[in-house]
């Protein structure tokens, strides 16, 4: 596939590669098809948005794309490499390694201080600590929370946790950022605050993000969006269409 | 099983029949009143089918515990009863000669059989008792001519064949009458047994020298007309009345007659009383005496039943703890899963009560069930734990135990385990139900509003005046210990405390609100129903306290005042009434801090307990005190806005130094304080608690240390650090459990030390003194020289290295003076009875036992022995005689105790008057040295199980001058090196007739293989505790895995493996049991090691080295850690298993 550009950058080739990916949730007494076929591709760099309305399939969809969930039928490459028929371990370890979560409910560990819960995928993936701390203070850094790195979640604000939760998505270099309505628990000012500072990090360190959001402002913030509708992709906007649809709200 | 700690098991049986029966009708009342709740609480039991099972599980374990206590002491009274009325058939009281009112030699201690006679005819027609029948009896040595056995002290007796009718006649093991003639015998079941004797066989009768051959006609049961008159002393026979008259030449004459009385085997000692009275009447001006043997043996059977009871209740009472606090764990953790539930009921508008009905309701269903699994568990425990003393302590248990569970026992374990589980239910739902409802909805931490008078002298003022009212019953109380100024303090709280607990209940209802709060509600009304179901109680302590409780909110509710001046809640703490008063005018919605409260309420108790402890000496008193009034000044330092980790830490540390220091050191401020068993309940519990404390405030500090060794650790850094940082968020669970498995690993550390300890003190190679076998001779046949007799039989005595003798008098022959008169209580008496041995030269140059004192002017253990070899009128005496007494026959005017302070090393000689009671012969010796403990052991060695004291040692010539009529005989011999004790002591045996021998290596041995077995089955009672401890931890990381399912979400998706999110559960229950164990075994064998070297532990035992038996510690703590890992296991897989995707969507 040739590079794509669009507005002033260039992204490179397809990292992401998702074909005809079907998912189904079976509760015993209601079968609910979550993801009926979807085809996605995302290229390096590339910062996508998925919307769509509740029980559409998107956080599903982010799920079977990151490796977080199996599904039935279709095939996922990341980088080139089939997710779903990696065994469970090396799953692990890829997710350690080369991606990165932002959920909207921190998900931090209350008993670690920010700085720990940063470097937990450095050390789980074999950084030495030393290494591993330097590290995490950098990303800390990198979101402005170097001085409050001692401090445990209950201490910061939300929005302070987000950012935490940022920087342990980035601290490890990760080809690709997975966020799940990361600024769905925010107030707007925050959550304008925590849009910049992903689109900042997106621009500097080229990473692919791929964005579950009810928030046209968020999506405006990404260079493209997807729309979902019962567990397919119904449409695709551009940023420019995106920025024109928040301006409305 | 008939009494309890002193109470009638008839009245505790129907109080705890009535108290569950209140309950289920409560429980009842709300299925009728409240369906929907009562469903409600219902359904959630089949919910979760695992954790129901724990849940019953953890709650049965208190029922389990009582019931395995109640069937031990029911299996061992019932066959102790059995025995005595199978062994004494209808005889019910025993004849015969008193020493005591007329000494006489042995052989003339005999009843004129027309004595006999002439009390049928006075007691004809008696209401009461039935027939007289005199009887022969005589230890002599028998011998089987075909198996050549020989048993050296069998008790052969004799009825005349129309006497022995009475009691049923004598009669084979098949129930065929045996009538015996000329030289014939009946030989008992246990004497066949030991002789391996057939009906056929001959026996050779050895009496004074002559031997007389009897045929065995007969095996017969081991009952009083077979010669087996105590579980001791079974081995018997029976002969011909005239023929062993004949032999002991006590013609016309009996040893004594046992009297039955009329209602057969058992109905005989309801006259047993009224029996003896008459007897003692008609046979008063004689020298004889009356016991009610049978009622008597029945009596014992109960004591050693509930004694036995008891003590598996107090060293239970460690897991019975364990397991309320672990009833109340599930609870809590039950109600923090329902708190969304609970919180979503009480927004659709149930009310608190509700919410308290529907979680009792449920609990009631998990209470029931496991009442009845427990039971039957606890029936399943007392079965093993019989097998177990049978299997070990073997034959020399002297009882068959038969397993035997009594329905009114049952009952009572039963119902006691279902009122302890609702009383802790009943406040864990109480405490459920005050939640705000929109963090419970969210499930959110509960927030408090700011209270202004927080950290405020006025605000603990108010809290310590509310603590006192609401705990004023037991303050008041305890106050009574005072004295008479704590009745004048106590008797005003004390009327307070009945009035108190329905004002608090009033306090918080409707009612007690100003007119313009109130809503058309009136007061509560199941205290009424209460009060009128309880009859009789409910009228004296429910009703009138309700409705005068009722009355005063009635009339102040509408007087409350804005506020109180900071004096008058201090001037009210002083003066009860006046502070009841104040307690009513306040604001309900005024916030109290009741732990500052409590704990202030626990001081002013704690006041009164430390006093009395003081005032009575008691240690329990004291201590108690001590640690209630070190948990006020933590909570009072925390009120008063102290960091907690300070306030807590400091408190307990001082703590546990007042519970190490030395009584030495501590009676030198307090004087002498005496405890018992209960102090290792309490130092347990305490000392257990304060470890927690320190643990719980202050394990955080090895976090950097952890952070710090991080390389080392690698990819499980994370793990280890959640596994001790998760714990410690939750210090109420955390804490709890590791109270739980650091309260049973204490005690059982305990246990095993000191067991270790006093066994090494008793059961040591000193015990054998220096010898190798030990042979005990028969009364009637004394050995003049052993190595003769032994000789004489064909017997090598080449491996004899050397022999000694030693001649007994029994308590029941000889008398000791009571030089100190020490005794703690009733009437000293001039002389006390105690058994008195003389050594031969040939024992005195042999021995080794080991002397603890030595009198000054002897420089080593052998110069006392050579100096008594010396000079007969020299003696040692054994240390227990030095440590609190000992005699036999028990009653407390015959115990024989001598001043501590009398003998330590380089002491002065003192001199003791021995007395015969027979002929009141005294003569005085000197006592050189005191030997060590194991003297006490050696001399119990190879002794008649009925005679087996230790005593003090003389010379042999001092004893027979002394004691002329003195007839036990002991001889001791040393082996040359490689010599089988055991084959010689068997090859002797065999040819000795008179003399029983054993080795004796192996007496100790089984001496130490019951001790063990007796260990093993407590250690094994208190280790069901540790069952308790590891539910705890099952429930406390199964409760984790769904309250942190999100974060384990996350773990996965951040990179955590599987295996890491396992093993960071297991890091967090390996922490907390770790904790717990290590806790246990620290403080278990310290304190062991203070009471040990103390001295504090009944037996002075300065100079002895102290043990720890590290190998059984070890045992103890790895089962202890491998079966915490291995129920943890489980939660710990399945958080491992978890669905990324759900996880992170779950709420």
């Keep these: ?55 559409c399939g998107k956080t599903t969809l982010l799920n079977s794309l990151s490796g977080l969930d199996e599904f039935d039928s279709g095939t996922v490459f990341i980088e080139g490499t089939d997710i779903n028929r990696m065994p469970d371990d090396k799953k692990t370890e890829f997710r350690a390694k080369d991606m990165g979560f932002v959920f909207q409910t921190y998900n931090l560990l209350p008993v ?68 799940d309505e990361p600024t769905g628990a925010l107030d707007s000012a925050t959550a304008t605050e925590i849009m910049d500072l992903i689109v900042e990090l997106n621009s500097e360190e080229h990473q692919t993000c791929v964005i579950v959001t009810h928030d046209p402002k968020v999506a405006a913030r990404c260079h493209r969006t997807i729309h979902m509708a019962d567990g397919l992709i119904v449409r695709e906007d551009s940023q420019a269409q995106m920025v024109a649809v928040a301006a409305e709200h | ?100 009112k007329q000494p006489a030699p042995v052989a003339q201690q005999t009843i004129p059989l027309a004595k006999v006679d002439e009390l049928r005819q006075e007691f004809a027609g008696d209401p009461d008792i039935q027939a007289f029948v005199p009887f022969l009896d005589e230890q002599i040595p028998l011998q089987d001519t075909r198996t050549k056995l020989n048993e050296a002290s069998p008790r052969l007796v004799a009825f005349r064949t129309d006497d022995a009718k009475a009691l049923g006649g004598l009669r084979d093991t098949g129930g065929n009458t045996v009538t015996l003639a000329g030289n014939e015998i009946a030989v008992n079941q246990d004497l066949a047994d030991a002789i391996d004797a057939k009906v056929g066989d001959t026996l050779l009768a050895f009496y004074e020298g002559k031997s007389t051959e009897f045929k065995v006609k007969a095996i017969v049961p081991s009952t009083l007309l077979g010669g087996a008159f105590n579980s001791n002393e079974k081995k018997g026979a029976a002969v011909d009345f005239s023929v062993l008259a004949g032999l002991t030449g006590k013609a016309e004459n009996a ?58 209740i107090v060293f239970g009472l460690f897991s019975i703890a364990a397991g309320v606090l672990l009833i109340f764990l599930i609870f809590v953790m039950l109600a923090a899963e329902r708190k969304p539930e609970m919180g979503m009921a009480r927004a659709v508008g149930a009310k608190r009560r509700q919410i308290v009905e529907s979680f009792l309701s449920e609990g009631m269903g998990y209470d029931l069930g496991s009442a009845v699994v427990g039971l039957v568990a606890g029936m399943a425990v007392t ?80 809290a310590a005046l509310n603590g006192m009212v609401a705990l004023a019953l037991p303050v008041g109380f305890s106050l009574f210990l005072l004295g008479p100024t704590g009745m004048l303090l106590g008797l005003p709280l004390v009327l307070i405390g009945l009035v108190s607990p329905w004002f608090y209940l009033l306090r918080g209802s409707n009612v007690a609100l100003p007119r313009e709060l109130r809503l058309d509600q009136g007061p509560p009304r199941w205290p009424w129903i209460l009060g009128l179901s309880l009859i009789g109680i409910g009228w004296v302590l429910v009703l009138p306290w309700y409705f005068i409780a009722l009355g005063l909110v009635v009339l102040v509710r509408d007087r409350k005042p804005r506020g109180l001046a900071t004096w ?108 018992d068993i209960e102090m290792f309940f309490l130092s347990g519990l305490v000392m257990v608690t304060a470890g927690v404390f320190i643990i719980v405030y202050n394990a955080d500090i090895v976090l950097p240390a952890i952070a710090r060794l991080g390389s080392r650790f690698g990819r499980i850094l994370p793990a280890i650090k959640t596994g001790v940082a998760y714990p410690l968020t939750s210090r109420f669970r955390t804490g709890m459990t590791m109270i739980m498995i650091g309260l049973i690993m204490f005690s059982l550390v305990m246990m095993a030390t000191l067991n270790a300890n006093f066994s090494a003190v008793f059961l040591n190679s000193d015990t054998k003194g220096g010898f190798d076998d030990v042979l005990q001779v028969n009364n009637n ?105 000992h005699d036999p026959f028990g009653g407390d005017d015959t115990l024989l105790a001598l001043d501590p302070a009398r003998a330590k090393d380089n002491f002065e000689p003192f001199t003791l008057n021995l007395r015969d009671p027979g002929t009141g012969t005294v003569t005085t010796v000197t006592v050189i040295g005191v030997m060590k403990e194991a003297a006490d052991t050696f001399l119990v060695l190879g002794a008649p199980a009925s005679d087996g004291t230790g005593g003090m040692i003389t010379g042999k010539r001092t004893l027979l001058d002394t004691f002329p009529g003195s007839q ?50 407590i250690q094994g009672f208190m280790g069901l505790g540790l069952i308790v401890g590891i539910a705890a931890l099952a429930v406390v990381a199964s409760r984790a895995v769904v309250e942190r399912r999100q974060q384990i979400g996350m773990l996965r998706a951040i990179g955590y493996q599987r295996g890491m999110v396992a093993l960071s559960f297991l890091f967090e229950s390996g922490f907390i049991s770790l904790s717990g164990i290590f806790l246990g075994l620290g403080l278990g064998v310290s304190l062991a090691w203070v009471i040990f070297t103390d001295g504090n532990a009944g037996t002075d035992t300065s100079g002895a080295g102290f043990i720890v038996p590290w190998v059984r510690l070890g045992v103890i703590a790895g089962i202890a850690f491998g079966a915490s890992m291995l129920m943890t296991y489980l939660p710990a897989r399945s958080a491992s298993k978890v669905p990324i995707a759900e996880a992170l969507r779950y709420e």
Excluded at chain 2, 404 to 433: C, D, E, K, P, Y
Excluded at chain 2, 640 to 648: K, T
């Design chain 1, 1 to 55: 596939m040739e590079p794509r550009q669009d507005g002033k950058r260039e992204f490179g080739e397809v990292v992401i590669d998702a074909r005809g990916v079907v998912k189904t949730y079976d509760t015993s007494t209601v079968e609910v098809r979550a993801l009926r076929g979807v085809d996605l591709q995302v290229r390096k760099g590339e910062m996508v948005a998925i919307m769509g309305p509740s029980g």
């Design chain 1, 112 to 179: 670690l201080t920010a700085v720990e819960n940063v470097e937990l995928p450095l050390i789980v993936s074999g950084t030495k600590p030393k290494v591993a701390r330097e590290m995490a203070l950098k990303s800390l850094d990198r979101v402005n929370l170097r001085d409050w790195a001692n401090q445990r979640p209950a201490q910061l604000s939300g929005g302070q946790r987000q950012r935490i939760t940022i920087a342990r998505a980035l601290v490890n270099r990760p080809a690709i950022v997975w966020a």
């Design chain 2, 1 to 100: 099983m008939n009494e309890l700690f002193g109470l009638s098991m008839t009245y505790i049986a129907a109080g705890t029949v009535i108290a569950t029966a209140i309950i289920l009708l409560f429980v009842a009342l709300i299925a009728v009143r409240n369906p929907v709740m009562f469903k409600m609480g219902l359904r959630n039991i089949p919910r979760r089918k695992a954790q129901t099972a724990l849940i019953i599980v953890g709650l049965m374990l208190s029922t389990l515990i009582i019931s395995a206590a109640f069937g031990t002491g029911d299996t061992l009274t019932n066959s102790i009863t059995s025995e005595v009325y199978d062994m004494a058939g209808n005889a019910d009281e025993l004849i015969s000669w008193d020493a005591e």
């Design chain 2, 255 to 312: 040893d004594g007659v046992f009297v039955s009385n009329y209602g057969g085997v058992k109905g005989g000692n309801a006259h047993a009383s009224a029996a003896r009275q008459k007897l003692e009447q008609a046979l008063a001006g004689m020298p004889y005496q009356v016991e009610t043997f049978k009622k008597d043996g029945v009596a014992t059977a109960e004591l050693i039943g509930n004694a036995f009871t008891t003590v598996f």
């Design chain 2, 383 to 462: 079965l093993a734990m019989v097998q177990i003393i049978k299997s070990g302590a073997g034959d020399n248990l002297g009882v068959d135990l038969a397993v035997t569970f009594t329905v009114r026992s049952m009952v009572v374990a039963f119902s006691l385990g279902v009122i302890a589980t609702f009383l802790v239910i009943f406040i864990s739902s109480w405490r459920a139900s005050r939640l705000n409802i929109t963090s419970a909805i969210r499930d959110l931490p509960e927030s408090k509003a700011p209270n202004p008078e927080s950290e405020t002298w006025m605000g603990y003022y108010r």
């Design chain 2, 568 to 675: 008058m809640p201090a001037a009210g703490i002083l003066v009860p009434p006046f502070g009841f008063v104040l307690v009513l005018l306040q604001h309900s919605r005024v916030r109290i801090n009741w732990s500052a409260g409590v704990a202030f309420a626990f001081a002013v108790a704690g006041l009164a307990l430390f006093y009395a402890g003081l005032d009575r000496n008691s240690s329990f008193f004291f201590f108690l005190g001590a640690s209630l009034l070190f948990l006020w000044a933590a909570v009072t330092l925390r009120y008063f806005g102290v960091n907690e980790r300070a306030s807590f830490t400091v408190t307990s540390s001082l703590l546990l130094v007042l519970w190490y220091l030395p009584s030495s050191v501590y009676e030198k401020v307090v004087g002498p304080l005496n405890g």
């Design chain 2, 781 to 885: 046949n004394n050995i003049p020289s052993i190595k003769e007799a032994i000789a004489d039989t064909g017997t090598d005595t080449s491996p004899i290295k050397a022999t000694g003798e030693l001649r007994v008098a029994y308590p029941s022959e000889a008398q000791v003076e009571n030089k100190d008169r020490n005794v703690s209580g009733g009437k000293v008496n001039d002389y006390s009875r105690y058994t008195i041995f003389g050594a031969d030269q040939g024992f005195l140059e042999a021995t080794a036992l080991p002397i603890k004192y030595r009198a000054a002017g002897y420089e080593s253990d052998r110069a006392i022995w050579d100096a008594m070899a010396k000079d007969a009128k020299l003696a040692v005496i054994p240390a227990s005689l030095l440590a609190g007494g």
């Design chain 2, 968 to 1017: 036990g005989q002991r001889f001791y011999l040393a082996l040359k090196p490689g010599t089988d004790a055991d084959a010689y002591a068997k090859k002797v045996e065999a040819g000795l007739v008179q003399a029983s021998a054993d080795s004796l290596q192996k007496l100790l041995d089984e001496q130490q293989a019951i001790q063990n077995a007796f260990l093993l089955v």
